[in-house]
């Protein structure tokens, strides 16, 4: 992957994370901390510029103006311009990490369900 598509992977991912985060209006303490605590584990081991799917996410989390369905889109536009950088393998750190996200404050609300099955069957697109 060449190295302005790989920022801009991470970015949509950050953007994506948000989107699932922000799915409720309210993006908690806690699912940031557990979005740091997944990219240090999960994601920094397999691309060393995964700290810039963390600083997506917290840039949209300080502007008020960051709209979640927005961001989702755009992450829905971009894998699908770019498919060929989605594996089976892939697709399941990535579903992993948004569950993780929405079960880290309290549960899954029904707005973060229906936004985590959208998620689901995009990835599960060719």
């Not at 979005?35 to 081991?45: A, G, S, T, V």
Request: hydrophobic content about 35%; proline content about 1%.
């Amino acid at each position: 992957m060449e190295r302005h598509t790989n920022i801009e992977f991470d970015q949509n991912l950050g953007q994506l994370f948000y989107a699932i985060a922000a799915t409720d209006n309210c993006v908690k303490d806690e699912e940031i901390k557990t979005l740091e605590r997944i990219i240090n584990k999960d994601w920094l081991p397999i691309n060393k510029n995964a700290a810039s799917i963390l600083e997506t996410f917290k840039e949209l989390w300080e502007d008020e103006h960051s709209n979640s369905e927005r961001c989702f889109k755009r992450f829905v536009s971009f894998k699908r311009t770019h498919s060929e950088l989605f594996n089976a393998t892939l697709n399941s750190k990535i579903l992993k990490t948004a569950n993780a996200i929405t079960t880290s404050f309290s549960g899954q609300n029904k707005s973060e369900l229906i936004q985590l099955a959208k998620l689901d069957l995009e990835l599960k697109k060719e």
